[in-house]
């Protein structure tokens, strides 16, 4: 059984306890095409589901979260390393775990400066290649690597898919085999029609670490 038809069956099911006003809910998390899956998959899934997006952290909790911790240990940031980290981050959870993980271990005294955060920098990035992303980049083919590397070089997106097969040097058409196998993957999603963006955030950075010289 295909996994657009078991969220059939599982839509199926939850409509007949909704119409039978059972007390049951279901929490669940997915890429960003969730919602259009779902929609193909039930025509009334809009009906049963709350999609709410998770994107990054809003500056404040971003703040929060690298300074409500090291509180508790009478540890504090200066404004100069926030700014720093949150710039490196763009304020999405994980990266920020990162960088004040490697911030903390690199300041010798609080407050953390901006000098400690600025040295946490390679580190971090250092961790997040070689933990987060690259498991990534090794499953792909090598099409969907140079795809993935023209996105990245127009930026963090979203992009067109004429601005990416144009820098393919290919006609859109040729590339849209690729483009689908990628979100498929999970690795792009469209946020609209004709539009490209990553699954994962940093991952343009990376593409260009990674694949420097690609053309």
Not at 26 to 43: E, H, M, T
Request: charged share 25%.
């Amino acid at each position: 059984m295909s996994q657009r038809t078991q969220f059939a069956s599982l839509i199926t099911a939850l409509h007949k306890c909704a119409q039978n006003q059972l007390p049951i809910a279901l929490v669940g998390a997915g890429l960003p095409q969730l919602v259009g899956n779902a929609g193909r998959a039930k025509s009334y899934a809009e009906r049963l589901f709350e999609f709410s997006e998770i994107g990054p952290l809003t500056d404040a909790e971003a703040r929060k979260a690298l300074v409500a911790p090291a509180k508790k240990k009478n540890v504090e940031f200066e404004e100069g390393a926030l700014v720093e980290i949150l710039s490196h981050s763009k304020a999405y959870p994980y990266p920020i775990q990162e960088w004040g993980k490697h911030s903390w271990q690199c300041a010798k005294q609080s407050p953390i400066s901006r000098a400690d955060a600025v040295a946490a920098t390679d580190l971090a990035i250092t961790e997040l290649d070689a933990i987060f992303f690259r498991v990534r980049f090794d499953r792909r083919t090598p099409s969907e690597k140079k795809y993935l590397r023209a996105m990245a070089e127009l930026g963090a997106g979203p992009h067109r898919s004429g601005d990416i097969a144009h820098l393919l040097i290919r006609e859109v058409t040729n590339v849209a085999p690729t483009r689908s196998s990628l979100i498929k993957k999970g690795m792009i999603y469209s946020p609209s029609h004709g539009d490209n963006s990553f699954t994962v955030p940093l991952f343009d950075g990376y593409m260009k670490r990674v694949m420097p010289d690609w053309k």
